[in-house]
């Protein structure tokens, strides 16, 4: 199955370009998926993700040709 | 204050702001989710461009150590940023609609308090409420309404590294979505000011029904 994968600022998921398509060999959740490329359950706490420009919790399982954009915002203001 | 009519104050006050835009103002509530260094900037800028109906929303007091970036003043020292903010804004216009809320914004309040705004503004400092508010936008209960927050804004970096996206059907965010605050950056007023007028701009472009890529 193949998805798009977007984020912005200083995220940074090894082995995965922003703004790239990708394939996944099994069904996974956001959060699974996140820890494959080695973004632990704790660095997840505050991580906003949207399918198809719709907010989503990190538990969404991924489907084929699904747009997932990540977040992490920033402190400041 | 000056001594005129409510009529012809209001037609004084908007006359150079974009044609057309005050009747399609009229018809929003804004609210305004945190007032320090964005949030009294966006409400400043969005009083001046004709909005008359805010809920701000902040549980904070004003400190002097505020004035580097807030839109307040040293008499306001002590005074909540609410109630400060509601009476700075009556200065500029006397006849505005404004609900000032002195209460920490939580997951277990944060529908009730924005029950009528159709736009909100996320002005938090902190990540944690930053990130609140915008899963909270996965609620049915918010379908409706439009999200403007802000993420990255701290030191002195480029002007031009800030910008607005548009990452959900109707969530904009403003800013480098980079910088943070810590020791070396620090927060000062250009940048904040900068990213607080994104924000400010964008709740006016979709009160226009324009958007962002």
């Known amino acids: 199955?193949?998805?798009?994968?977007?984020?912005?600022?200083y995220l940074?998921?090894?082995?995965?370009?922003?703004?790239?398509?990708i394939n996944i060999e099994e069904p996974l959740s956001i959060s699974e998926f996140l820890i494959v490329h080695n973004i632990n359950r704790d660095n997840q706490k505050?991580?906003?993700?949207t399918i198809n420009k719709k907010i989503v919790p990190l538990t969404y399982i991924l489907c084929d040709l699904d747009e997932l954009f990540l977040h992490l915002p920033v402190g400041g203001g | 204050m000056i001594q005129i009519s409510k009529q012809d104050l209001l037609k004084q006050l908007y006359k150079s702001n974009t044609p057309g835009l005050i009747e399609k103002i009229n018809n929003h509530k804004i609210g305004i989710a945190g007032c320090g260094g964005?949030?009294?900037?966006?409400?400043?800028?969005?009083?001046?461009s004709g909005v008359s109906n805010l809920v701000l929303v902040d549980y904070d007091k004003v400190e002097l150590s505020n004035l580097n970036r807030q839109h307040f003043?040293?008499?306001d020292i002590g005074k909540n940023k609410t109630d400060a903010l509601h009476d700075i804004l009556n200065k500029i216009n006397p006849y505005l609609n404004i609900i000032p809320i002195n209460q920490r914004l939580l997951n277990e309040n944060i529908f009730k308090v924005f029950?009528?705004?159709s736009i909100i503004v996320e002005a938090f400092d902190n990540i944690e409420s930053k990130s609140m508010i915008l899963?909270?936008?996965?609620?049915?209960?918010?379908?409706?309404?439009?999200?403007?927050?802000?993420?990255?804004?701290?030191?002195i970096n480029s002007s031009n590294t800030i910008r607005t996206k548009q990452i959900g059907e109707k969530i904009f965010i403003c800013g480098d979505f980079r910088t943070e605050v810590n020791t070396t950056t620090g927060l000062m007023s250009p940048r904040v000011m900068l990213v607080a007028a994104h924000q400010a701009n964008?709740?006016?472009?979709?009160?226009?029904?324009?958007?962002?890529?």
């Open chain 1, 46 to 49: 505050y991580l906003i993700a």
């Open chain 1, 12 to 21: 940074d998921i090894k082995g995965v370009k922003d703004n790239s398509w």
């Open chain 2, 73 to 75: 003043f040293q008499e």
């Open chain 1, 1 to 9: 199955m193949k998805i798009k994968i977007e984020f912005v600022g």
């Open chain 2, 38 to 48: 964005l949030g009294s900037n966006i409400a400043m800028m969005l009083v001046r």
């Open chain 2, 135 to 155: 899963k909270a936008f996965s609620d049915d209960r918010f379908n409706s309404k439009y999200l403007i927050g802000a993420s990255g804004l701290a030191g």
């Open chain 2, 202 to 213: 964008m709740v006016l472009r979709v009160i226009s029904g324009l958007r962002e890529s």
């Open chain 2, 115 to 117: 029950k009528d705004c």
